[in-house]
Nanobody, 128 residues
Framework: QVQLVESGGGSVQAGGSLRLSCTAS????????MGWFRQAPGKEREKIAH????????RVADSVKGRFTIAHDNAKSTLYLDLNSLKPEDTAMYYC?????????????????????WGQGTQVTVSE
């Protein structure tokens, strides 16, 4: 049974930083994709980054590129999302997700419905 456990959210002032963590367990294969999503009140859930376990490939969405970075620690089975230069519009619930993917192209094209496993979410609140 795959499980994803998130941590690291909180409240910060604009310009501040946070690190989110997502620890995965239960995977018996390495062809899977992990993604970070966020959902602000009244808005669609948005994919902001993804990681393909088989190759270690990563990508951050253009909307947050230059401010957010992701990294994976294989030994800890943990995916990190570093949020820097935070803005009030970054306020949202942040989710980690995972799902099977045959290759990196599949992972990169994946959308919300392609991920079968989800973390519990962690709230990020950025004030002026």
């Amino acid at each position: 049974q795959v499980q994803l456990v998130e941590s690291g959210g909180g409240s910060v002032q604009a310009g501040g930083s946070l690190r989110l963590s997502c620890t995965a367990s239960g995977f018996t294969y390495i062809r899977y994709c992990m993604g970070w999503f966020r959902q602000a009140p009244g808005k669609e859930r948005e994919k902001i980054a993804h990681f393909y376990r088989n190759t270690g490939s990563i990508r951050v969405a253009d909307s947050v590129k230059g401010r957010f970075t992701i990294a994976h620690d294989n030994a800890k089975s943990t995916l990190y999302l570093d949020l820097n230069s935070l803005k009030p519009e970054d306020t949202a619930m942040y989710y980690c997700a995972a799902g099977r993917a045959v290759d990196y192209v599949t992972c990169s094209k994946s959308t919300r419905t392609d991920f079968g496993y989800w973390g519990q979410g962690t709230q990020v609140t950025v004030s002026e």
